[in-house]
């Protein structure tokens, strides 16, 4: 989806496909496991599986490739049963990426061919991570107002210097449509939605279309409600919460304060 990438994809397709079928696989897979985790069979398939996923999230949290550390934090979170036996790895990834920022308020790339340049993908992903994780509020705020910044042709959005492309605008609008009335993000989803193939799939790559697919149709619908029933309300972490009444501590209150304060349509 992103012409940059053709070269690497010719070279080292099974790689290249990684980025995208592995977080999917596995976030998934877990998914399935817990649903069925009242059978003992299943369980202990659970029990040997998370190890292994474990190993697989660590490795994302490196700092090797901004887009596909991202992209694996952003499978997670959507996640919420997966993400209580990961949570230790996704901080870890957010919190790798979150200081990273340049003086655009973007991620930056780190490998060729998108070294060096604003990431609005990655950072949308970044962004949606610290929001489900309700850490680093603030760089939720400053993330959103780069990426309202990199918008082009109508609320539309592509990495680096590549024309814009449909799963780059469908990651960041899908964020800012959750934390940003300011923006309308109609003009956006018909863009996203000109994407659909003839079997009714959406595709950035191919074996993640099913994923794909029902993640865009999830923000198409949301589009069509109000953003008072969009807005996302930052993770309300149990470290934060009072043991006895699991009422929040003053320091959430002061999250959401700069979180309403710093983005101008809040």
């Known amino acids: 989806w992103r012409p940059g990438d053709a070269?690497?994809?010719a070279r080292e397709p099974a790689r290249f496909e990684e980025r995208l079928t592995v977080p999917i696989a596995v976030v998934g897979g877990l998914a399935l496991l817990e649903r069925c985790a009242d059978d003992e069979r299943t369980r202990a398939l659970l029990a040997e599986a998370l190890p292994v996923a474990r190993r697989d999230f660590a490795?994302?949290?490196?700092?090797?490739?901004a887009w596909a550390d991202l992209f694996a934090l952003h499978v997670l979170v959507r996640a919420p049963r997966v993400l209580e036996h990961l949570e230790p790895f996704a901080i870890a990834i957010a919190s790798c990426w979150a200081p990273e920022l340049a003086a655009d308020g973007l991620v930056q790339g780190v490998r060729f061919p998108f070294h060096g340049q604003p990431l609005p993908s990655a950072s949308a992903m970044l962004a949606g991570g610290l929001l489900a994780l309700g850490i680093d509020v603030p760089q939720?705020?400053?993330l959103a107002a780069g990426l309202l910044e990199r918008t082009s042709d109508g609320a539309r959005w592509a990495d680096g210097a590549e024309a814009p492309d449909f799963f780059t605008t469908f990651l960041v609008a899908e964020l800012l449509a959750r934390v940003d009335p300011a923006f309308d993000p109609l003009p956006?989803?018909?863009?996203?939605?000109?994407?659909?193939?003839e079997d009714g799939l959406f595709r950035a790559l191919g074996p993640e279309a099913p994923w794909l697919t029902d993640s865009v149709a999830r923000f198409l619908r949301a589009t069509e409600r109000p953003f008072a029933e969009r807005f996302e309300w930052p993770h309300l972490p149990d470290a934060n919460r009072d043991h006895k009444t699991k009422l929040p501590f003053y320091a959430y209150?002061?999250?959401l304060a700069e979180l309403l304060g710093a983005l101008p349509g809040l």
């Open 59 to 65: 490795q994302r949290a490196q700092m090797a490739h």
């Open 188 to 197: 956006a989803a018909r863009f996203v939605a000109a994407a659909q193939g």
């Open 140 to 142: 939720v705020a400053r």
């Open 253 to 255: 209150f002061v999250r």
């Open 7 to 9: 070269d690497y994809f």
